[in-house]
T-cell receptor, first 114, second 111 residues
């Protein structure tokens, strides 16, 4: 089954404790992206990657890091989480190229930073 | 920055009625997409309309795009209780590397 998986699905942590949220897709997609969703703000893009070793900042990259060492994985790293990073996070992927528009989303990771 | 703004923010209708949601955006786009999100879950792609298209249909969905007004509408006809969800418009920039979402419309369809 074609899917995007994220782990963990729920996470409670404390300020300053480094964490990683994993994202994996099994569709051989070139493009992967991270979003955060906050009430009233919709989804805002954090980082995206157009292929292995190619990453770029989205609209709200501060406080986050990503890496793309393999095509299927795109982890999101919070080196020193703060309470304002409490949010619902989504990973997404799609093919890269004209006409390859449908973006597939993971189930989400709900993060609470105390 | 938030590109799309949906209107209304919330909509409540009876089953069988039509639901119309609007989206406005600020900059030029390559295409505009609509997504659906069931409570707290991942988004699902519904329909895409390209910047050179004016109207598109898919089942009970009808999307229009007016690039002169930088606006789009999503019409769901003959709504069902199962259509209850949040609906988001998203615009793809001309470089093709970013998809920017609006704040969403929460639709409730009462049986």
């Amino acid at each position: 089954e074609a899917q995007v998986t994220q782990n963990p699905r729920y996470l409670i942590t404390v300020t300053g404790k480094k964490l990683t949220v994993t994202c994996s897709q099994n569709m051989n997609h070139e493009y992967m992206s991270w979003y955060r969703q906050d009430p009233g703000l919709g989804l805002r893009q954090i980082y995206y990657s157009m292929n292995v070793e190619v990453t770029d900042k989205g609209d709200v990259p501060e406080g986050y890091k990503v890496s793309r060492k393999e095509k299927r994985n795109f982890p999101l790293i919070l080196e020193s989480p703060s309470p304002n990073q409490t949010s619902l996070y989504f990973c997404a992927s799609r093919r890269w190229g004209q006409g390859e528009e449908t973006q597939y989303f993971g189930p989400g990771t709900r993060l609470l930073v105390l | 920055s938030q590109q799309g703004e949906e209107d209304p923010q919330a909509l409540s209708i009876q089953e069988g009625e039509n639901a119309t949601m609007n989206c406005s955006y600020k900059t030029s786009i390559n295409n505009l997409q609509w997504y659906r999100q069931n409570s707290g879950r991942g988004l699902v792609h519904l329909i895409l309309i390209r910047s050179n298209e004016r109207e598109k249909h898919s089942g009970r969905l009808r999307v229009t795009l007016d690039t002169s007004k930088k606006s789009s509408s999503l019409l769901i006809t003959a709504s069902r209780a199962a259509d209850t969800a949040s609906y988001f418009c998203a615009t793809k920039n001309n470089a093709g590397n970013m998809l920017t979402f609006g704040g969403g419309t929460r639709l409730m369809v009462k049986p």
